[in-house]
């Protein structure tokens, strides 16, 4: 009997120390360009609240980049996502790179960068650039903030609307109720849908909020698919009051 208390302790301490939140770091180098050959290599480094990424181009197009999680050190996080992005690039390395923009909520800590860029601008660019000029409305779910931005055929903002200081309805408030449902992050979109009636939104307004009611929810029975449903709907909902 105190062997058996012992392994299921022992299974919940495991179950405990998974870390459900946790999205996948990857990186990529395009297997059919060559570095070497190219006229301009440009890069970009956005050091966001949550994740941080690099980008190189060859001659305007994309030969390589990386999306790792930010760090508690700014500066560490801009080094090691380029780091990551050079990796496999068969010798390039940081000083080969003729010019460099730093972006995100960390840009001014990007020490090798040449410019920096408010991310709502590099986003419309972005956009523009890769989609054409036909973009008009560019949505970013970010870690703390999602913003909504309009821009012109020119990839230029016209206009930008940014939700309330509040992790709910972006990437943090899903890495909460992850961790809180004990599923993990990649699934949590495809199980919200598992349902036959659209549950009502949980609290939208405050991701502490939002976390205390869907504990209530559980202990009521709510199966963890009704509850990422609610979320969901929250989330879904508070996206479309701000696009519009």
């Known amino acids: 009997c105190a062997l058996a208390d012992v392994q299921q302790f022992e299974i919940g301490k495991r179950k405990s120390e998974i870390e459900y939140w946790r999205w996948k770091e990857y990186g990529w180098v395009s297997p059919d360009m060559d570095w070497r050959k190219g006229k301009i290599i440009s890069a970009g480094v956005d050091v966001g609240s949550?994740?941080?990424q690099a980008v190189i181009l060859v001659d305007g197009t994309l030969y390589a980049y990386s999306n790792m999680r930010t760090g508690s050190d700014s500066p560490n996080?801009?080094?090691n996502s380029m780091d990551?992005?050079?990796?496999?690039t068969g010798g390039l390395k940081l000083e080969d790179i003729q010019y460099i923009v730093g972006t995100g909520y960390g840009r001014i800590n990007v020490p090798f960068a040449h410019r920096t860029i408010t991310e709502i601008a590099c986003h419309a660019r972005g956009a523009n650039f890769m989609y054409g000029p036909t973009v008009r409305t560019v949505l970013d779910m970010g870690g703390q903030d999602c913003k909504a931005i309009r821009?012109?055929?020119?990839?230029?903002?016209?206009?930008f609307l940014m939700n309330d200081k509040c992790a709910a309805g972006t990437g943090r408030g899903m890495e909460v109720f992850a961790d809180l449902l004990a599923v993990p992050i990649a699934d949590i979109g495809e199980l919200s849908f598992q349902v036959e009636v659209e549950p009502p939104p949980v609290s939208s307004t405050c991701v502490v909020f939002a976390k205390s009611e869907a504990t209530g929810l559980l202990r009521q029975g709510w199966p963890k698919n009704?509850?990422?449903?609610?979320?969901?709907?929250?989330?879904?909902?508070?996206?479309?009051t701000l696009l519009e």
Do not use: I, P
Not at 84 to 88: N, T
Not at 228 to 237: E, G, R, V
């Open 50 to 52: 949550v994740s941080s």
């Open 77 to 79: 996080s801009a080094r």
């Open 84 to 88: 990551w992005a050079l990796k496999d």
């Open 151 to 159: 821009c012109d055929e020119k990839g230029k903002v016209t206009a």
């Open 226 to 240: 009704k509850v990422l449903a609610a979320y969901c709907s929250a989330m879904a909902h508070r996206v479309y």
